[in-house]
């Protein structure tokens, strides 16, 4: 059995049983997974987590689902590569990428699908449903054909082809919603309320954040059980930031990992970075914005851990930081050409990001930083514009030579 003790408000404190909820309902603060971390600290050692799978069902022992029952299309334990080239163009020398855009659908987002979907199955739900700003409908939509649920997915009718494709070919039912997120998530909210669902990122949020853990735990693992001096993070609710120092915390808090000093830097597009204007302004309050940017997949307006990841941003003395919408496609591509990892454009605002807080001297040389590539650039194809300029050629030699001499003058 899991080592849950209950679910708790963040805000009042305020107890709930281990059931399909997600806010208080006396303050509406969010609930959050609460454990028994001295039965984790005796179940778990470095070892016994080195013995486990080569995926995210390894920390086991820290996510609220039974092990046995898990909903598992082998997510996790993604590649950390030590990015000398690109760490010599920026300036790092411990630069590393932590490559979840290979994951079974291509993003992060199978950490916290996995968990959900098992939970739903042992809450009985049939149906799994979402609202998605674009890769977690993928998820949402794998996993339930894997747990045999029916699936619905919700998204704002603008996205990209890839997310869109990528998603129908699992088989869920497809609601193509007219506005942005925010507005298909307050109309999802609606929804959740009146049937019987398993809203992955409404009603089960509680169960759904806290697969993102493991992207705190593995590079902590990776690094040879040690956290890094800083992450990289994209925002968009802020779940992601929030919950990978919170798997930093739990490791040094039971003893897996030792002196934990990271500074949690988040990057957000230009085009909606409402965490990062509040971060700029000192305020305590994220004020909604209408979300204008390239970067899709980190298009909400309205982030629902905005505060927390604030406080995150403070507790550990990080950098709210924004990419120029401009400077997007230019992360992408630098990636792509100095480490051969092609990302989404949530990447290119990591490795935009990632560049001007090295030019603003938060991160120094020799120190150990980790940037979250968190989604695959094949599914957001369109967004790259028309980059491509072949060499046009017949077969055969005389032509070719003619037309590569051409080529290379210009
Ligand atoms: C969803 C998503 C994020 C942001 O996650 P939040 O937890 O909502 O902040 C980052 N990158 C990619 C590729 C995503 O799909
Ligand atoms: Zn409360």
Redesign the pocket.
Known sequence: MPHVKCLRCRECGSEYPIEPLNACEFCFGPLEVEYDYESISKAVSRESIAAGPNTMWRYHDFLPVDRELAIDISTGFTPLIHAKNLGSQLGLDKLYIKN??VNPTY???DR?VSVTTTKALEFEFEVLACVS????MGSVAAHGAKAGMKTMVFYPADLEQGKIQGAAVYGPTMVAVTGNYDHANRFCSELADNHRWAFVNINMRPFY?EG?KTLGYEVAEQLGWKAPDHCV???????????IWKGLQEFNDIGLIENLKTKMHLAQPEGCSPIVGAFETGSDHVTPVRPETLAK??A?GN???GPY?LEVLKETDGTGVYAEENTIIDGIKLLAETEGIF?????GVVISSLKKLVEQGKIKRDEVTVA?V???GLKTMEAMGDFVEPIQTTPDYETFQTALAAAQKS
Not at 133 to 136: A, D, E, P, S, W
Not at 233 to 243: N, Q, R, Y
Not at 343 to 347: I, K, N, P, R
């Open positions: 979840d855009s993003s992060f987002k916290p700003t674009g890769n977690l954040a993102s993070v994209p925002g968009a609710s802020g779940e992601l930031h929030t919950k997949s980190l909400i982030p629902a851990a990841s990302t989404e454009t949530a990447g979250y968190t989604g695959n």
